[in-house]
């Protein structure tokens, strides 16, 4: 099952890396409903949540 998720991202950082690469940092997250996925599980009660967080911490490299 796919849907769409919105993850709002912030700029965590830009510099060049030790092989001459200029590359940026971005963190971000969302919270989602495990059950809106149909993942209706849960192996005690109490112990997974219904809202789970998703996060994001993504490096990307400029190509030459």
Same mark, same amino acid.
């Not at 099952?1 to 830009?14: E, H, N, S, Y």
């Not at 059950?35 to 219904?50: I, L, M, Q």
């Given at each position: 099952?796919?849907?769409?998720?919105?993850?709002?991202? %912030?700029?965590? /950082?830009?510099?060049?890396?030790? !092989?001459? $690469?200029?590359?940026? /940092?971005?963190? /971000?997250?969302?919270?989602? $409903?495990?059950?809106? !996925? %149909?993942?209706? !599980?849960?192996?005690?009660p109490g112990v997974v949540g219904k809202m789970v967080t998703l996060?994001?911490?993504?490096?990307?490299? %400029? %190509?030459?």
């Amino acid at each position: 099952m796919t849907k769409p998720v919105t993850v709002d991202f %912030r700029l965590t /950082g830009a510099t060049t890396d030790p !092989w001459g $690469n200029f590359r940026v /940092g971005f963190a /971000g997250s969302a919270a989602i $409903n495990r059950k809106d !996925w %149909r993942v209706h !599980w849960n192996a005690a009660p109490g112990v997974v949540g219904k809202m789970v967080t998703l996060e994001f911490d993504v490096s990307a490299i %400029r %190509r030459p």
